[in-house]
């Protein structure tokens, strides 16, 4: 029984200050983020969608909003989609620039492999599979949405593919309102899918 789980990463979120938002309450999506949501769902929309699920935070809720409707079916919330934790919530955190040109903050960056300044990667990729697995069980035999973020997707992708946890951030594939779509024959992962319905974004863009 084939089963495909989408992974979708919110639309942009209206963050003018430019700074690492993370789990902060009151991130909402910006004017375009709302239209990418909607091109979201217009793609969907002939799918056979049976299940909705999204992250608590704010952006992922209203990313989710126009699929559920259109399929006119209830969102479910699960905890484990949820950002990344990270040591430098509410900071600007370029580089060259904002917390990382001060000496006090050089300690969270020793480990980049666990990584040190946040959630360990590993934790991650288990909550999130735990949170596909749920919404694959509960649309068995037809299609789950799981709206979710960046690192989190990416983070569990590499886990699925074998590949290791520790990455350059510049270099992943997840655009804002992109789709990461995990194919089950049953409860085995047979195939990744990766499409970009509202348009490729670079993952240096605010909004992630």
């Not at 903050?105 to 697995?133: C, D, T």
């Not at 979710?148 to 309102?177: N, V, Y």
């Amino acid at each position: 029984m084939k089963t495909v789980v989408h992974l979708l990463r919110h639309g942009e979120v209206h963050n003018p200050t430019g700074v690492l938002y993370g789990r902060l309450p009151g991130y909402k999506l910006s004017e375009r983020g709302q239209k990418q949501a909607l091109v979201v769902a217009e793609h969907l929309a002939d799918h056979d969608i049976a299940h909705v699920v999204a992250s608590p935070l704010d952006r992922a809720q209203q990313t989710a909003a126009p699929i559920v409707d259109s399929h006119r079916l209830d969102l479910a919330t699960d905890n484990r989609l949820i950002e990344a934790g990270n040591k430098f919530e509410g900071l600007k955190v370029a580089v060259g620039d904002g917390a990382l040109r001060s000496p006090k903050h050089w300690p969270k960056l020793v480990n980049p492999f666990k990584p040190s300044w946040g959630e360990p990667y590993l934790e991650i990729a288990h909550r999130m599979l735990g949170a596909v697995q749920r919404a694959r069980a509960a649309a068995e035999g037809h299609e789950a949405v799981c709206v979710s973020h960046q690192l989190p997707i990416w983070t569990l992708r590499r886990f699925l593919e074998g590949k290791r946890m520790w990455h350059d951030p510049r270099r992943r594939e997840c655009s804002l309102a992109s789709l990461t779509s995990l194919v089950f024959e049953g409860e085995e992962l047979v195939r990744v899918v990766y499409t970009e319905p509202a348009g490729a974004t670079s993952p240096r863009v605010t909004g992630a």
